[in-house]
T-cell receptor, first 114, second 111 residues
Framework: NAGVTQTPKFQVLKTGQSMTLQCAQD?????MSWYRQDPGMGLRLIHY???????DQGEVPNGYNVSRSTTEDFPLRLLSAAPSQTSVYFC?????????????FGPGTRLTVT | QKEVEQDPGPLSVPEGAIVSLNCTYS??????FMWYRQYSRKGPELLMY????GNKEDGRFTAQVDKSSKYISLFIRDSQPSDSATYLC???????????FGAGTRLTVKP
């Protein structure tokens, strides 16, 4: 099992450009999430999905879109990049275990917007 | 005020020391409490999970939750250099994915 994979590992964008961060998991987990991690802020939930075809907003959804057409893939789209979106982005998939959701995180994508 | 507060450290201890990591929170509806460990330039990995108040032990790690004080702790006994990482607390109201994370405490265990 590869677990959760993310591409690219690094990306530099100019303000106003759009791009898609890719996330895939091979564990057949129903739940997938996108977080951003900024210094002093911890991880903040952007969007999440409870299954194919179902997505919902998290804590900081503005400026991002998601879709979930398959169980395996959960791409995150930046519509018009802004410097405030410079961050490290983590995708996670999870399943129910011991009464809660055990999350598995990908290695992250480091995004810089200039 | 952030929903979850965590002392960012850094915290530096000698090998073998007992480490105490703490978080406070403001939302009394939180019921599920987790600790994640994150090595440099890696994604977080789940260490401990606790539901409601009480203690939970797993090897050298003990998680404590005091809901009356809105305070959670992670204790590491006999700390090792391999424990050097950033430790994140996380909590949620219900057993879904909508978690709130602390900012993380960076720990260094010196040989």
């Amino acid at each position: 099992n590869a677990g959760v994979t993310q591409t690219p590992k690094f990306q530099v964008l100019k303000t106003g450009q759009s791009m898609t961060l890719q996330c895939a998991q091979d564990m057949n987990h129903e739940y997938m999430s996108w977080y951003r991690q900024d210094p002093g802020m911890g991880l903040r939930l952007i969007h999440y999905s409870v299954g194919a075809g179902i997505t919902d907003q998290g804590e900081v959804p503005n400026g991002y879109n998601v879709s979930r057409s398959t169980t395996e893939d959960f791409p995150l789209r930046l519509l018009s990049a802004a410097p405030s979106q410079t961050s490290v982005y983590f995708c996670a998939s999870s399943h129910r275990k011991r009464g809660t959701y055990e999350q598995y995180f990908g290695p992250g994508t480091r995004l810089t917007v200039t | 005020q952030k929903e979850v507060e965590q002392d960012p450290g850094p915290l530096s201890v000698p090998e073998g020391a007992i480490v105490s990591l703490n978080c406070t929170y403001s939302n009394s509806a939180f019921q599920y409490f987790m600790w994640y460990r994150q090595y440099s330039r890696k994604g977080p990995e789940l260490l401990m999970y606790t539901y409601s108040s009480g203690n939970k032990e797993d090897g050298r790690f003990t998680a404590q939750v005091d809901k009356s004080s809105k305070y959670i702790s992670l204790f590491i006994r006999d700390s090792q250099p391999s424990d050097s990482a950033t430790y994140l607390c996380a909590m949620s109201v219900s057993d879904n994915n909508d978690m709130r994370f602390g900012a993380g405490t960076r720990l260094t265990v010196k040989p």
